[in-house]
């Protein structure tokens, strides 16, 4: 269950909640992952250069709230005024490899990053799939120049780079502010049918809709129909189209599309896939606007899909687990063993974390696999964490093996509990707790920024 967000913030900052966006209130399942797309999020030079220090504020209000729910952060890339996330279930860390992030400036012919596209593509169950962010030129007579810039997108993600390109991938989702308008009709016609709630009536004059028929590498784009009223341009804090003096026709400017690619080879083809052949499927189930929000002048766009798999790797590369009872009393002890094909390296390491850890740097602790190795034998081996690094509060954490040459965590443990430390009691616990916050400053850092 994937959950896909576009907004275009117009260099807002985040609204108080985002439950209705991202369906926290579904009576339905709960999404495994989510994919949250933003354009023109604030890239002030002080912003920008502060936000390559630390997250920016977008990044941590969407950590903040889907890591009590128990979503990682697995990757994040950002261009200017482009931000892509991907959150998913813990429970999927071990199956998600070879994540890759790329961005492309289409901006002041290549050189400015305003306008382009940021990418992030993972091999998920043995699948590939790539997620690609665009914002595209604006104004209605520069359909070519998106055309031509999304080309340029396409072809020069990860270019040189040992990942597939991006239509080699099995499932690709394209979505941003793509600016596409509606042609020919005036505005009164427009917003007439918006009233009336006939946006087929619109469809036909669609940029979008109209260069899919025309342009052969957008016809193996899909898109849910359009039901809901155009996202541009209101006014802000409203749901009334654009007041100002310019008044805006509206458009169906935030946009979700993807590409399976058995599907495209089988059409080329003229035959169909049997279900043996299928070993991947997008179902779209809610392709909706969510009017509420007003930060900007664009409203935010959901898709919210099945995906399912035939798992192509179903075991984890790593699995492990605390050894004994654990506490700041004394030293601790992980065991842990790999596939024989694990590719192992000396740059691995295992990280304690608390239950609701936001991404892979939100480690308490950490060890080396190799330097804090203290047995091995063929089926498995063991590591040691000082007593010294373990929270003398106590509480629920996970143990994650992360693998530095796949990038990613390739094992997650069962959460467990660790004891209070009870020769403290009576002490201050938040003076001890403030203590083992602090991150070891040798760490080496694996973020994908």
Request: one cysteine or more; aromatic letters at 12%.
């Amino acid at each position: 269950r994937l959950h896909l967000v576009t907004w275009n913030v117009g260099t807002a900052s985040p609204p108080p909640e985002v439950t209705g966006l991202l369906q926290l209130n579904s009576l339905g399942p709960t999404m495994d992952m989510y994919v949250i797309g933003l354009q023109e999020v604030n890239s002030r030079i002080t912003n920008f250069l502060s936000d390559l220090a630390f997250d920016d504020p977008w990044s941590i209000f969407f950590m903040t709230v889907l890591s009590p729910l128990g979503y990682i952060k697995l990757s994040s890339v950002r261009m200017q005024g482009l931000l892509l996330l991907v959150f998913v279930k813990h429970a999927h860390l071990p199956f998600i490899r070879d994540v890759h992030t790329h961005y492309t400036r289409t901006g002041l012919y290549g050189y400015w990053g305003n306008k382009g596209g940021v990418t992030v593509r993972m091999s998920l169950y043995g699948h590939t799939v790539c997620f690609m962010n665009c914002h595209l030129p604006a104004h209605m007579e520069n359909t070519e120049q998106r055309l031509d810039d999304f080309e340029k997108i396409l072809e020069m993600q990860f270019e040189g780079e040992n990942v597939p390109s991006t239509l080699d991938h099995d499932v690709l989702f394209w979505f941003g502010d793509l600016n596409f308008r509606i042609a020919d009709y005036g505005l009164h016609f427009v917003r007439e049918s918006i009233n009336n709630k006939r946006y087929n009536l619109l469809w036909d004059k669609d940029q979008l809709n109209m260069a899919k028929k025309k342009e052969a590498f957008l016809q193996e784009f899909i898109e849910g129909p359009l039901q809901f009223k155009p996202t541009y341009k209101f006014d802000l804090y409203s749901d009334v189209y654009d007041t100002s003096e310019k008044k805006r026709k509206p458009a169906w400017t935030d946009r979700i599309l993807w590409r399976v690619k058995n599907l495209c080879q089988h059409a080329s083809k003229g035959s169909e896939l049997s279900e043996e052949e299928q070993t991947i499927s997008v179902t779209l189930n809610k392709y909706i606007s969510h009017m509420s929000y007003g930060i900007s002048d664009h409203k935010p766009v959901t898709g919210t899909f099945g995906l399912e798999l035939k798992p192509l790797s179903s075991d984890p590369l790593v699995t492990l687990s605390p050894e004994g009872e654990w506490s700041a009393e004394h030293d601790v002890l992980i065991s842990y063993s790999a596939v024989p094909e694990f590719p192992s390296s000396a740059w691995d390491w295992i990280g304690l974390f608390k239950v609701a850890f936001r991404h892979v740097n939100d480690y308490v602790t950490y060890a080396w696999v190799e330097d804090d190795e203290i047995s091995s034998t063929k089926d498995s081996k063991q590591v040691y964490m000082s007593a010294a690094e373990i929270p003398d509060v106590g509480g629920e954490f996970v143990l994650c093996y992360y693998s530095n040459n796949l990038q990613s965590i390739v094992g997650i443990s069962q959460p467990f509990q660790v004891q209070p430390n009870r020769t403290l009691i009576g002490k201050d616990p938040t003076q001890e707790e403030n203590s083992w916050m602090q991150k070891p400053d040798s760490a080496e850092s694996h973020n994908e920024f």
